[in-house]
DNA sequence: GTGAAAGCGCTAACAA
DNA sequence: TTGTTAGCGCTTTCAC
């Protein structure tokens, strides 16, 4: 006999319809005192026959801490991140936190109104994909000491649990396929220089060039802001150049649609007359009339292992501070001089 | 002088501060009954000093009502619906209500468990972008009243409010555009029967056939699942055929990727050999050798009005039930025949 | 092992 | 206008 109003049936209801207390159908519940199996059998028959659903609120308040985690992107629409977002949420998913969202947009002022709320929200774990230094607020969630992962990029000046990529060593590897290619002029887009993630990608390539005895030409190093219309900027910049790069690493997944967009424009030929690689193993590379040549980032790892980290974390707050580097794969495609496929297969 | 631990201020500990009873803190917070300026001044002056921040589980508990709004996509990496998720994003960010998200990945049975936590938690609305039949819990849903907006996708065998595309015509408009052209043989690549948005696109593409006198030829419609690699095969299956088609439709943006995929592979060249529509104004459209003409969804739209008619219709539930319809714009670039840019300019 | 009862922080009747 | 107070649904002592 189902019940219709299910909306407002209350753990007392339960423990009237089972003839015991609600204390002892508190106990089944959350399962940590021991009940007769019994009493257990009967409060169950009670919770199914009637519908009942806990309240999380009085829940909550009861135990005073909140089930809930908050997630704070910088680019919601950006596949790197909605890629960690997926993993991240398959791994809260089963378990007792709720995934609330927030997209900064990249707008420092935006990110900081999200932390804000969920501070004083109290919640019970923060993940933050950083956008701008908003150092006053990221030291309050140290102080009040809600544990906080950041994910992708470094907080700066605060020393917090991280989860990124092996920045360096992955424009290490790009750059060195570039040389042993047999590249000389190389070029670099990469973003702005307060973000770890830029900073290290560009330290990867310099290591390289360096390491081979090649020159660093500071025209052939130009910042593309992380964004599509900067990529563009940049490549027009590089092809302006009166003796052009002959291949490009590009450090993020939008400034390289914007570099193809203007390649693509002037008709220039990949890889013949450049050669290109860029980062993410996004959807599209694989579409492009010449596949692209890639450091691939384990996303999706990423955002589970954020998670899990801060789980963790919120479990066992002395836990000693994590530094956690996942390593990228470089995933050689086409565009940077590989033969492409028989077009009969 | 800063408080450390602004964990523990209760509105008591406000109210004692300010020399007036909790009554008047939670006057002045909700707002709602009028206060003396002086007590208002006096309240705030205490919250601000102790850095009193509400508890919402307490609130939640109190009014009874659940400040929440689940958001259930199918698929939070398809640029599509993470487009839907920023636009409804920043309508909720500046509500009262929280986003919690839930990701079914394209699976009726964790989009099943998704709802079904949300309907349990009680939360205040929910927005759904449908995976799979899910009858059980949408009638579930409507029965316990609690408001739920359907996007993209139209719920089958239940009336929810609805907010789409208007497929049929955003597919006459691709498909008018190509006959225009001269195309008489153009294939049209779906996604499942089930999904009401393939059904319309399907449905406005065989109506302009049938307007201009041509044929239907049941060997160009092809079913790409709305996946990358239907879409592939797809492709294949067409141009496999005998007498392949000149032009193409294609229902949505991932398939667009993997039909792509092929045709370069078979080095066939677009616009001469093939024309080409696809669904979605996204990054990579124009950073493709062939920018690509599209059917560009109002995306971001589409999310905020579910947002907003759902915070509308959580407001006042006897609101008539609604099904709004938003154009889509044909965003014609070279993937039909237009000319290609100047490469100087 | 089980029940009675207190109380988490807040809001809304009701009084004053 | 303001204060007093009950109680939202739950968990957790504290008795038994």
């Known amino acids: 006999m189902k019940n219709r109003n299910t909306q407002n049936i209350t753990m007392k209801d339960v423990a009237d319809y089972a003839g015991v207390s609600t204390a002892s159908v508190s106990r089944v519940l959350t399962g940590k005192d021991s009940v007769t199996p019994e009493l ?96 006053d607020i990221y030291r309050k969630i140290i102080e009040l000491e809600i544990p906080i992962v950041a994910i992708d990029r470094e907080l700066p000046f605060v020393s917090v649990d991280t989860i990124t990529i092996d920045n360096i060593k992955a424009a290490r590897m790009a750059t060195e396929h570039l040389v042993s290619l047999g590249h000389k002029r190389i070029a670099f887009i990469g973003g702005p220089n307060q973000i770890s993630t830029s900073e290290h990608r560009l330290q990867g390539y310099r290591e390289v060039l360096t390491a081979h005895d090649l020159s660093i030409d500071p025209t052939l190093i130009v910042d593309g802001k992380f964004q599509q219309t900067g990529g563009r900027k940049a490549m027009e910049q590089l092809l302006d150049l009166p003796d052009p790069p002959t291949s490009v690493l590009i450090a993020n997944n939008l400034m390289t649609l914007g570099a193809l967009q203007v390649i693509h424009q002037r008709n220039v030929i990949i890889p013949d007359q450049l050669a290109l690689i860029g980062f993410d193993d996004t959807p599209w590379n694989i579409a492009m009339q010449t596949p692209l040549t890639v450091v691939a980032q384990p996303t999706y790892q990423l955002g589970e292992y954020a998670a899990k980290l801060l789980i963790e974390r919120i479990k066992n707050p002395d836990l000693p501070r994590q530094k956690i580097m996942l390593e990228a794969e470089l995933i050689i495609r086409e565009s940077c001089g590989f033969k492409k496929h028989n077009p009969a297969v």
Request: glycine fraction near 8%.
């Open 40 to 135: 257990r059998q009967r409060v169950e028959n009670a919770i199914r026959e009637l519908g009942y659903r806990p309240n999380r609120a009085a829940r909550e308040l009861r135990i005073g801490v909140v089930l809930k985690i908050g997630v704070v992107l910088s680019d919601i629409q950006n596949p790197f991140f909605t890629s960690c977002l997926a993993g991240a949420e398959s791994i809260l998913q089963n378990s007792e936190y709720e995934l609330l969202l927030g997209n900064s947009n990249e707008k420092p002022e935006i990110e900081k109104l999200h932390l804000s709320s969920f501070v004083n929200e109290g919640v019970a774990g923060i993940i933050l994909a950083m956008t701008g230094p908003n150092q």
